[in-house]
């Protein structure tokens, strides 16, 4: 199946930049945007909220004035993530804000609501829900989601087990609909693996929070570019999901990250879950296990540039390799 238009037509790279709890800002989503790929955020993180209906209008606002002044070079869409779970208060409110500005893209999180997607895909807007597995990702499209994003293991934040191989072979088994995979990916040759899988999109977080537009600590920015995949830990004790953390983070504040204990999953809490002190986001910082790519603090703009310096490049090198091969099948044929 093709892609919607929204996610085809507007697209300088296949990457959707991933919404980052705390991190999202209209700054980042807008640099994502107007550099020709997918910027989206929480909605949670607009706070008060109120403050949501702010952030809509400057986002829309500032990306049709850039499509009026540079028509040959259009803003890629935005998305709003929705976290669509019996703990989030702030649904009702956040979902009208959003279809009030008739947000091209919604991404929806924990749980998958029929309500949800009929408010969208009433003015013609797109749903992609989130999932670790089959029967998530049954479930949503169930419930009317138009598209994917499997979440597999080495993703940053609350991410799955599932090797992305495993993952994205299992749905496209029975989906043919829209996919972006999420899991280790902050190189452009890995946006076009994420292709070779079968996805139609990579999507990508961790390397922007080490961007220049980015609301992170700057300590953050830094530990991530110090940083490799090896310095990832999978654990549920700080939110009751598992997710992937940083390990210099996590000693930082006191606790051994070879001895964590287990979190009670029925106290999810996306603050501060788990019976440690220690609170994801603000102290334990989540990441994937991409960031041995990350080797500065560009603005979003250079990051986009250089994913799609990478992918060019690793398109060419594959053509290639393609062409050398059919040459020497065409000579065995002989």
Same mark, same amino acid.
């Given at each position: ?6 996610l085809r037509d507007r ?96 991404? &929806? ?22 999932v670790i597995n089959d ?55 890995? $946006? ?11 999507? $990508? ?27 990832? $830990?999978?654990?549920?004790?700080? &939110? ?95």
């Amino acid at each position: 199946m093709a892609l919607p238009p929204v996610l085809r037509d507007r697209l300088r790279l296949p990457v959707i930049g991933s919404p980052l709890f705390i991190i999202s800002n209209p700054d980042l989503v807008i640099a994502q945007c107007k550099a020709g790929i997918v910027g989206s955020f929480p909605a949670l993180n607009a706070r008060p909220a109120a403050m949501l209906d702010e952030w809509l209008h400057r986002i829309t606002e500032e990306l049709a004035a850039w499509d009026r002044d540079h028509p040959e070079t259009p803003a890629a869409p935005f998305a709003v993530n929705h976290i669509v779970h019996k703990t989030s208060d702030r649904l009702e409110h956040d979902l009208e804000a959003s279809t009030k500005w008739k947000a091209p893209i919604v991404i &929806t999180s924990l749980g998958a609501r029929d309500d949800v997607n009929a408010a969208v895909h009433s003015y013609g807007g797109v749903v992609l829900h989130d999932v670790i597995n089959d029967r998530f990702a049954r479930k949503a499209i169930e419930k009317g989601a138009d598209g994917l994003i499997p979440v597999a293991a080495g993703a940053g934040g609350h991410a799955g087990m599932l090797s992305p191989f495993a993952l994205i072979q299992g749905l496209r088994e029975w989906f043919d609909g829209p996919i972006a995979l999420s899991g280790s990916i902050a190189h452009g040759r890995a $946006v076009l693996g994420a292709q070779a899988m079968g996805a139609d999109l990579a999507y $990508v977080g961790s390397a922007f929070i080490a961007t220049q537009e980015a609301n992170a600590d700057p300590a953050y920015k830094q530990m991530i570019v110090d940083s490799t995949g090896e310095d990832i $830990v999978y654990t549920n004790l700080f &939110t009751g999901i598992h997710g992937n953390y940083l390990r210099p983070s996590i000693e930082k504040s006191g606790l051994d990250p070879d001895n964590l204990p287990t979190s009670d999953a029925s106290a999810m809490n996306f603050g501060s879950g788990g019976n440690s002190k220690a609170k994801a986001w603000r102290d334990i910082w989540g990441c994937g296990q991409g960031i041995g790519a990350v080797k500065e603090i560009p603005t979003a703009a250079e990051m986009i540039a250089r994913l799609a310096d990478e992918y060019d490049q690793a398109l060419a090198e594959l053509t290639a390799k393609v062409a050398l091969t059919e040459r020497r099948l065409a000579l065995a044929a002989e």
